[in-house]
């Protein structure tokens, strides 16, 4: 079993769509939780960090749900801009080591 | 956030050869990580460059493949020896965002190696 994993789509929805993304991860002991985004032959950039609590920024929003080591991210009201391919990743303890899932395309189309 | 150049942007080498990328941080940082991208996949950790000690390495990565030289707290340097197409990948440099949290990395925009 891969230590992250999501679908990878690809996604193709309209301008205007929610879309949502879920993320699996296999160890327990992982402390931090993230987005990335990745563009079209480009590097990964955060996205937004993933809480407890869930947390919004904009027209997106995170949950984490630690019982069930599952994470999700909505994106609300999609733009042609948003898309690029969503990386789920997740920090080992105290390590400081990130592991990456293998990422999930989003193609929005007008 | 720091600003990191990587150098070169793309390189097309010949089998059984060796390549060194270059990683410049604009700040000083404790911890460089190098990462590897092949085609169509995620991003795998390749080894943590500390400075004034050795790299760490990653299970199935070794030092007489990927040598890290890390001479100062804003540069480091990758090798990738003895090349092979299987070593056809993107190889990014990152370093932790100070103030955002632990673990928050940013990354360089990468090295695109095509080993023919």
């Known amino acids: 079993r891969k230590e992250v994993e999501q679908d990878p789509g690809p996604f193709n929805v309209p301008e205007g769509a929610t879309v949502a993304f879920n993320c699996t991860y296999s160890n327990s002991a992982s402390q931090s939780f993230f987005w990335y985004r990745q563009d079209c032959r480009k590097e990964p950039k955060l996205l937004m960090s993933v809480y407890s609590s869930g947390n919004e920024d904009g027209r997106f929003t995170a949950q984490l749900n630690r019982a069930s080591q599952y994470i999700s991210l909505l994106i609300r009201d999609s733009k042609l801009s948003d898309s690029a391919t969503y990386l789920c990743?997740?920090?080992?303890?105290?390590?400081?080591?990130?592991?990456f899932g293998q990422g999930t395309t989003l193609q929005v189309k007008p | 956030s720091a600003v990191i150049s990587q150098k070169p942007s793309r390189d097309i080498c010949q089998r059984g050869t060796s390549l060194t990328i270059q990683c410049q941080v604009d700040s000083q940082v404790t911890m460089m990580f190098w990462y590897r991208q092949q085609p169509g996949q995620s991003l795998t950790l390749i080894a943590t460059?500390?400075?004034?000690?050795?790299?760490?390495?990653e299970s199935g990565f070794v030092i007489d493949k990927f040598p890290i030289s890390r001479p100062n707290l804003t540069f480091s340097t990758l090798t990738v020896s003895n090349m092979s197409p299987e070593d056809s990948s993107i190889y990014l440099c990152?370093?932790?965002?100070?103030?955002?949290?632990?673990?928050?990395?940013?990354f360089g925009a990468g090295s695109r190696l095509t080993v023919l």
């Open positions: 990152s370093v932790e965002v100070l103030g955002s949290g632990a673990n928050v990395l940013t």
């Open positions: 460059a500390n400075q004034g000690s050795e790299a760490t390495y």
């Open positions: 990743v997740v920090s080992l303890g105290n390590t400081g080591k990130l592991i």
